[in-house]
């Protein structure tokens, strides 16, 4: 079964596109650039979501939801905003078909010209903005804490499923404050729950820090993000957290009176992940042999599989191992399987589970349980171990928090032992061009010197890690003066 | 308070505007006929859903996601589909901007026009069943189960806030059999989880039956729909389910070879609800002082206020109460909110939970809990009662209960005296004029009947019951040989 994927070491892009594909998470669709997700791929996302969920309502925040259209004018509201984001969009230009009269089928009914065009969200700050401006008189308005899960389309050429697709599913947080200094920690919060959430249900470590400007979200006066680093080495930005500073309420006019009556401008913050981070956990964890799932996450969490034969004692003696098992589990709110459809070979179920990333696999033998033996299995290692039946509830349930810690130290150390110091230009190009990674190097914090690498190595800055040490030093680049290093490398 | 609030005897209509607006279910936008759903109306919205998506898992389905825009020609593959849905709709035509050269902020790239324009979802009948071709060759494959929580718009030139907007949320299911047996009994199946979900979470009486096919969706061989009743007598489709036939797989040429390797095409269903859900529990239920939420699905089922004063024994002495009473309440599994702001005075506290639909209202008295007593309020009937401070946790629990059978009652009689049979042409105009509700009346069955019923009196066929009597009896217009009555009503 493992070869029906194409290696990691003959073509890692397409051993990814394999991957996707045949394990059931998505599939391509009729439309340029936009994906189906399907029911496991779904089934993920809907664990992750309902975390995030949880984690944003335990925060304060409520959600809500905004249209799907925003009049093309909004967008040229805020001068980088639009363009960051005007440009590449879906536009709909009228609101109407009709029969043609020539009969072929149906096309664009002239006389339902829209005024003013539409455009599908890319984002939602100018249509929220411009909500905000009837909900926000008084600071007693403040803070707006909100957050909403839709769908976006953003135009992309090169496409790649989850990573990059015109559209795609995310929450995006939009919250008014009325101080500078409120807003700036609820970037930071959510930044905080982006990486809890990142570390401690996809066990995906990674780096939290601030962007350079080249980088920085269109509208934004700061954005923080967190990236983590892939088994070749690239970087994907996995969450962002703007502080937009007074742009989006000047230009929407969103003025409130504070305390003292006086009236200001409020304060503004957005935050997102999406789809994306489910490409983030295939090619951070998964295998030639499939997807290999964090437990917290994973929708099956425990199968297990009975050995069956035609001894009716013996079926009966393994469906009743399971049902103890399973109840057991159960109670611990395991998500578990129990597949006993005799119409598919045991063989064939072990690919097909290990494909699509069950963490945990119990076998059930005949003779093994007459032993007062289980087989489990890990899908991380894909080891085994001879577990009593007394003993295989307990050990399961610990086995799954050992996955998780043990997935994540294995991503931990390969990223750490993946980031390299680098000094000078002429190894920063050769350990981009032969070593996968990142580099850290000292930069003069130009956005000109930053461009000029880019364009030189393909690598961008990914982040000026949040607890920086704070150094002397000489852009790698420039040679110009420098106080601290900061993450190169190339991205998804 | 309920001055706010124009009357339902004043202006039904206005009031219903009114209460959406007040009560924070939702805000105009600023793109004609899309509304903003608020954090209150979407805390509903999300109650409904996840009770709506754990019915739907229990009965096999899986959730998955399917692409927004949809190839122009798609519409027009299915021919009865084309005629219902490709009419009014959004039209993407270009997916790029340009800065405009005259500097007039930004304009639609001509040179960024779509090969074939794509549709803004209406309904995803055509682009699910052009992906289910690729998933489907043998019987093996089939049952596919899968449901989908999505946006979709259907350009509307006149919109209600909830009950019709360009754009809203909704479920659809799209199913795939081998037999037509299975389709159809699938097809009731998600009408009566639909049925329970309105009766046993919304409160909401509902006839169940199969639409005429003046009304039936456009594609289907049958609709099957719950109605329910409004204050005011109108009729409100609250969910329809759909047998699609083998319709949507002869377009899309979806073919399986079943257990003998003959090839057949596939048989379909498709079934959804919306937010349109939403303006049927407000008109159902709530009453000129605001929203009069069912305690299932409300999103603070409990509000507890106690009523400080200066004195800091009596106010330790309240919030020992109310903790007390809100660990009870949280370890029952209800939805409870301590409301002790002193801000706000108590009389405006009550107006406000009283108008976003508290189900019940604890007022903790200084002097009442002294006396060992706690005053508890039920919404829906207004009506107070003093209650032993050792019973309130039992007493509220079993009035959550109560207020839904007591809503549930009210509804079910205000339909059933407001159903009226009908006999006679002149009656039948007379009643529909003058008497708010339903009509029981005998039709000949023809489309041509129900037409010219429609176009005198603006009253549809709104089914046909499923556990209808058959009697004989003459059509009420045409004056033809009939076997049954038929549900006749205007409707929203």
Chains 1, 2 share one sequence.
Not at 2 to 25: A, E, F
Not at 185 to 194: D, I, Q, R
Request: hydrophobic fraction near 40%; proline fraction near 4%.
């Amino acid at each position: 079964m493992s070869t029906i994927l194409t290696k990691r070491s003959d073509d890692y892009s397409q051993w990814y596109n394999d991957l996707v594909l045949k394990s059931g998470l998505a599939d391509y669709s009729a439309v340029k650039g936009c994906m189906v997700i399907k029911p496991h791929g779904f089934a993920l996302w809907e664990l992750m979501r309902d975390q995030l969920d949880k984690m944003f309502k335990e925060t304060g925040h409520q959600n809500a939801y905004f249209p799907l259209l925003i009049p093309k004018s909004f967008l040229s509201r805020e001068a980088s905003h639009v363009e960051g984001f005007a440009k590449e969009c879906a536009v709909v230009t009228h609101y109407r078909l009709k029969n043609d009269p020539n009969g072929n089928g149906i096309i664009v009914d002239k006389d339902a010209k829209l005024e003013e065009e539409l455009i599908v969200r890319p984002t939602s700050e100018t249509i929220i903005w411009n909500t905000y401006k009837d909900w926000i008189q008084s600071y007693r308005d403040l803070p707006i804490l909100i957050n909403q899960w839709a769908n976006v389309v953003r135009w992309e050429m090169r496409t790649r499923l989850f990573l990059r697709t015109t559209e795609f599913l995310w929450q995006e947080g939009h919250t008014a404050h009325a101080t500078k200094e409120e807003a700036i920690e609820e970037t930071t919060k959510m930044l905080e729950v982006y990486a809890t959430f990142a570390e401690d249900f996809m066990a995906l470590p990674v780096l939290k820090g601030v962007k350079s400007a080249n980088e920085r979200f269109a509208g934004a006066e700061d954005t923080y993000c967190i990236e983590a680093m892939m088994q070749d080495g690239k970087a994907l930005q996995a969450g962002t957290s703007h502080f937009l500073g007074q742009n989006f309420a000047k230009a929407f006019e969103v003025q409130f009176r504070d305390k003292e009556n006086k009236l200001d401008y409020v304060w503004a913050t957005s935050w997102g992940v999406s789809t994306r981070l489910i490409g983030a956990l295939v090619m951070a964890h998964s295998d030639d042999n499939g997807l290999v799932l964090p437990p917290k996450i994973a929708p099956i969490q425990v199968v297990i599989i009975p050995i069956l034969n035609k001894n009716p004692e013996t079926v009966a003696k393994l469906n009743q191992v399971a049902d103890d098992l399973i109840s057991g589990l159960k109670a611990a709110g395991i998500r578990c399987k129990y597949d006993n459809d005799d119409n598919t070979r045991p063989g064939w179920k072990y690919a097909e589970y290990e494909l699509k990333g069950v963490p945990v696999r119990i076998v059930l033998g005949a003779r093994d349980i007459e032993n007062g033996n289980i087989e489990i299995m890990r899908r991380d290692m894909l080891t085994k171990e001879m577990v009593p039946v007394d003993n295989a509830l307990e050990y399961t349930k610990t086995l799954l928090g050992t996955i998780h810690d043990s997935m994540f130290n294995k991503a931990r150390d390969f990223r750490d032992s993946n980031i390299r110091k680098v000094d000078t230009w002429e190894e920063f190009v050769k350990t981009i061009e032969e070593v996968p990674g990142f580099i850290s190097a000292h930069w003069d914090g130009t956005p000109e010197t930053e461009e000029q690498i880019k364009e030189a190595t393909k690598a961008t800055i990914r982040c000026i890690p949040l607890d920086n040490v704070q150094e002397e030093g000489k852009c790698v680049f420039s040679g110009k003066h420098s106080t601290q290093r900061v993450i190169f490398a190339r991205a998804y």
